[in-house]
């Protein structure tokens, strides 16, 4: 008897040191979001997709498709002579636990500037991971409203709660 509990005991402690507390969640979201910022800024494609959650480059039409789409839109952009100046995460909201997955909403300030005037735009990503916060994969709202993102990703909490602009 003393041997089932010193293995359920065991077993316990190597499940809780194996997730990350909330502090920790967040400290890791901070540090992804910052990383696919930057990598939007400067258009690192690679790092775009790697940071994606698959369902949203599936939504894009696939890897190659979004890649594309992303640098056209970027020279589209720039032709016009708008250019980004910066991608910046804000708090992100609460972690909402939905069956094996953690979601949360982050914020981002898009400022793009032309010849005359820069401009601000709020938008939000949504982070979701599959292993208790330990890596984070990113789905653009392009400022849709949740109860339309769910028809493209089921899955989503209808609790985050997006930031309006």
């Not at 920790?24 to 775009?48: E, P």
């Not at 914020?107 to 938008?123: D, G, H, L, Q, R």
Request: aromatic share 6%; proline share 3%; net charge positive.
């Amino acid at each position: 008897m003393k041997q089932i509990f010193f293995l359920i005991a065991i077993s316990l402690l190597i499940i809780s040191c194996n997730r990350p507390n909330k502090e920790a969640q967040v400290k890791r979201l901070k540090i992804q979001t910052d990383s696919i910022c930057q990598a939007m800024l400067v258009m690192n494609t690679k790092t775009i997709l790697n940071y994606s959650y698959p369902a949203f480059i599936k939504v894009m039409g696939g890897a190659d498709k979004m890649a594309n789409g992303l640098s056209e839109g970027r020279k589209e952009s720039e032709g016009h002579l708008i250019f980004v100046k910066s991608i910046l995460s804000e708090n992100p909201s609460e972690i909402v636990e939905v069956n094996d997955e953690l979601q949360v909403v982050v914020p981002i300030v898009i400022e793009t500037a032309n010849a005359k005037k820069s401009y601000k735009e709020k938008s939000n990503l949504i982070a979701i991971s599959n292993d208790h916060g330990n890596n984070w994969l990113f789905i653009n709202t392009f400022g849709r409203k949740l109860s339309d993102l769910v028809n493209d990703y089921p899955n989503l909490s209808l609790n985050l709660g997006l930031i309006r602009k």
